[in-house]
Nanobody, 123 residues
Framework: VQLQASGGGLVQAGGSLRLSCAAS??????TGWFRQAPGKEREFVAT???????TYYANSVQGRFTISRDNAKNTYLQMNRLKPEDTAVYYC????????????????????WGQGTQVTVSS
């Protein structure tokens, strides 16, 4: 599985960005977004199940970010009301073998990772 993330950029606090993750190769189940801020460990942001019907978010982004999928291959992260603390490199990831009811939220649950896309939120 190859994952290509895009859509990052520079935005003012309160603004919006939409990240995209295009996948190719073998099939997979859940996909997710993680982020890593300078000097910090990578952390979970959001995940969506294979069908797109089940989602799970980190508390820090709940209500502001929305994860979605189309045709079971492309994944999106709509980020609204962005804050300076959302500044990070964002990574998309894909997992194999989970049922549609499982929304994995840990790095070790994902087998495939894309390159990161930088999101910078200015105050």
């Amino acid at each position: 599985v190859q994952l290509q993330a895009s859509g990052g950029g520079l935005v003012q606090a309160g603004g919006s960005l939409r990240l995209s993750c295009a996948a190719s190769g073998r099939t997979f189940s859940a996909t997710g977004w993680f982020r890593q801020a300078p000097g910090k460990e990578r952390e979970f942001v959001a995940t969506v199940s294979w069908s797109g019907e089940n989602t799970y978010y980190a508390n820090s982004v709940q209500g502001r970010f929305t994860i979605s999928r189309d045709n079971a291959k492309n994944t999106y992260l709509q980020m609204n009301r962005l804050k300076p603390e959302d500044t990070a490199v964002y990574y998309c990831a894909a997992a194999r073998g989970y049922s549609d009811y499982v929304t994995p939220a840990h790095e070790y649950q994902y087998q495939y990772w894309g390159q990161g896309t930088q999101v910078t939120v200015s105050s």
